[in-house]
């Protein structure tokens, strides 16, 4: 009863065209009843490695992957499934609604083949955001840029290149997961809030067994170990080897070549979309600085080496040179030799050949960085109505995950709420919120006015405070976005008291 309710202010089918549910604003009423930006789930075949892959594509009807708004606009989007799949979509960085948040029967039901369904909510304040499936299909690339461009940045004299990055594999999800979990592939049914079934895949899979926590550079200095860090010689980097890394959809074989002008300032709006993959962005020669972070402002940082875990999005501005060139913006995988990126070039400049492996080892991803971070509008100060302390584990034997304390997690509107988190495993994991935006507010019991942002990494051993104010009612997911611990088990839910 209590999801058929919310299926209730869901648009099915051709009577989406109409819908205008009663808890929308009036502008987002009226908005409901113009036309709306249309949006396909589709698939398509890309050349990865010389070959064939069919993977997914979220796409506007004249191609463009993704969606672009204005700060202050209304979502409004016809959400088509042209593919023979169920499948949903999330609003990765949004605050939508919950019946429109895109997790499969959280409350809504998956978008069945050839369904359309209508979204119709406020978009929010900006920022560099994404969009992809709650379901395995996500590894096979079902996710698109969502940006959402503020009135400063659409007015400004810079050029916006957009990197959305993927690991790949030619295997299926099921297939990873099966082997991760050491099984056969078979009878993979919901895990996590998550439909597991049927999707085309892709790679190879191994443990990489990191050795060395040597501090990666972040923003241009050398990071530092992270206290009770030290000596983690066990630590687990990378569960799969994938196939491919990609950066729009290409390898640095053949990579995406942007021309930009002498002299000229690019707004550069990674997204990490990867599955199971960390990066370190490396801009190269040219002196870049971080602006945001999750859609969300910061202090400038300047430096040329910035983290991003698996669902993080980073703003980086670069002024380059008066005389021009060619400059490569690299993403190192963390922990390994192999690479993707882009190419910004003015006209005329000679691009030389860039190989896919490297010969310097990615940085280990840890929080010096983080630690550094200051939001521009960070929250207003006061002591939450209720903390949660929460301890993250896992089994890489067996392949479970867990986050031992959020059994219950109860907010009330209104309310300041406080996480604190810690992870006990031996891998990294970078915890999403849904529905909100939180700020990071200690570091192993070091208390800061970090970053506001909707996912944090936790690496092996370090304990992180985040607080956000609990008013978007409804039943939301706070997991790991490593899509294969979500699946096994790390993900846990939000639950409005008056929901």
Not at 108 to 134: I, K, S
Not at 135 to 142: C, D, G, P, V
Not at 185 to 214: F, I, K, N, W
Not at 457 to 480: I, S, Y
Request: charged residues 20%.
């Amino acid at each position: 009863m209590y999801r058929r309710q919310f299926l209730k202010t869901l648009a099915l089918g051709t009577a989406a065209a109409g819908f205008a549910p009663s808890f929308l604003s009036p502008s987002a009423r009226a908005a409901a009843e113009t036309p709306a930006k249309r949006l396909a789930v589709t698939s398509r075949v890309l050349d990865v490695n010389g070959k064939p892959a069919k993977v997914f594509g979220l796409v506007q009807p004249d191609g463009t992957p993704g969606l672009t708004f204005d700060a202050g606009a209304d979502f409004d989007v016809l959400l088509a499934n042209e593919t023979a799949e169920p499948t949903l979509i999330h609003w990765h960085g949004l605050t939508p609604p919950w019946a429109m948040d895109g997790v499969p029967d959280n409350p809504a039901a998956l978008l069945a083949p050839q369904e359309t369904r209508r979204y119709t909510f406020p978009v929010g304040a900006g920022g560099t955001h994404w969009m992809h499936a709650h379901t395995l299909q996500e590894q096979n690339l079902l996710a698109a840029p969502l940006i959402v461009r503020r009135p400063e940045e659409a007015g400004s004299d810079e050029q916006e290149v957009v990197i959305l990055l993927h690991d790949f594999s030619f295997k299926s999800p099921e297939e990873l997961l099966a082997e991760l979990k050491g099984g056969d592939g078979h009878g993979a049914a919901q895990m996590g809030g998550m439909s597991m079934g049927g999707m085309s895949g892709m790679g190879h899979m191994g443990h990489d067994m990191g050795g060395s926590m040597g501090g990666g550079s972040m923003g241009g200095q050398q990071g530092m170990a992270m206290p009770g860090m030290g000596g983690m010689a066990g630590m687990d980097l990378n569960d799969i080897e994938y196939d491919a890394y990609l950066a729009n959809d290409r390898t640095l074989d053949d990579p995406q070549v942007v021309q930009v002008e002498k002299g000229g300032r690019v707004r550069l709006r990674i997204i990490n979309g990867a599955t199971a993959t960390a990066f370190t962005i490396d801009t190269g020669e040219v002196l870049g600085r971080l602006v945001a972070v999750d859609g969300q402002p910061v202090q400038p940082i300047a430096g040329t080496r910035f983290p991003a875990s698996m669902g993080q999005r980073l703003d980086i501005m670069v002024e380059l040179p008066k005389e021009g060139g060619a400059f490569p913006v690299l993403a190192l995988r963390e922990g390994s030799t192999k690479r993707t990126g882009i190419v910004l070039a003015s006209a005329g400049a000679s691009i030389g050949k860039l190989a896919g492996d490297g010969e310097e080892t990615g940085p280990v991803l840890d929080l010096a960085l983080e630690q550094r971070l200051r939001a521009v509008t960070p929250l207003d100060r006061r002591p939450p109505a209720r903390s949660y302390r929460m301890v993250l584990g896992g089994d890489m034997a067996s392949y479970t995950w867990s986050i031992a304390g959020a059994e219950a997690l109860a907010v009330g509107t209104g309310e300041r709420i406080r996480f604190v988190v810690q992870n006990m495993s031996m891998m990294a994991h970078p915890m999403h919120l849904h529905g909100h935006h939180f700020q990071v507010t200690a570091v192993n019991g070091v208390e800061i006015a970090g970053a506001v942002r909707d996912t944090v990494l936790l690496p092996p051993m370090v304990e992180v405070a985040l607080e956000f104010d609990a008013n978007n009612a409804g039943r939301w997911p706070f997991h790991c976005h490593h899509l294969y611990h979500m699946a096994s088990g790390m993900m846990a839910f939000v639950a409005y008291d008056n929901a």
